[in-house]
């Protein structure tokens, strides 16, 4: 598959940006798959506790991961909203894919943006999965996420042209 680059349009951000490789669709999709592996991970012994000891559900405990329960959504906006927001635009599957997420209007991602980026994930997933086939056609490789919260992914072992 052909590197793709972006194209700014409108801001001086977006000139600074014109011409950053993206990140591929692997890239992407191991990226993120890494995420959510952590993010379960991490959610699995916490949830566990919460309904053994919090619910006293001492019967059955139900876990299941998917983006409308509680916990689930809890789990990643701390997750991807705060490594985003400390490590500008940078998880640790971001990291493992060689990869970053950055800002089309400012030069570090904000708290806010982060947050957005991590909720897009699920407006994705709620779209049926249109919302990550969606780099597919996009002239700049934009997901839902992406678009939601005004950032672009890109292949950080490569130098902007």
Not at 18 to 36: C, E, K
Not at 105 to 110: H, I, L, V
Request: hydrophobic share 45%; glycine share 8%.
């Amino acid at each position: 598959m052909a590197q793709r680059h972006f194209h700014a349009h409108e801001t001086a951000r977006a000139d600074q940006l014109n011409g950053a490789p993206l990140a591929t669709s692997w890239q992407r999709v191991l990226g993120y798959f890494v995420d959510l592996l952590i993010a379960v991970v991490v959610w699995m012994p916490l949830e566990f506790v919460w309904s053994r000891y919090v619910l006293h559900q001492v019967e059955t405990v139900n876990l299941k991961w998917d983006f409308h329960e509680k916990g689930n959504i809890v789990v990643m906006l701390l997750y991807w909203g705060t490594c985003n927001y400390l490590w500008n635009g940078r998880t640790v599957g971001k990291w493992v894919a060689r990869t970053r997420a950055v800002s089309l209007s400012s030069a570090r991602m904000g708290l806010w943006q982060s947050i957005e980026r991590a909720l897009g994930y699920g407006a994705a997933i709620l779209e049926g999965g249109l919302g990550f086939v969606q780099f597919f056609w996009d002239r700049n490789r934009q997901c839902a996420q992406d678009r939601l919260a005004e950032t672009i992914v890109v292949d950080t072992r490569k130098r902007k042209k």
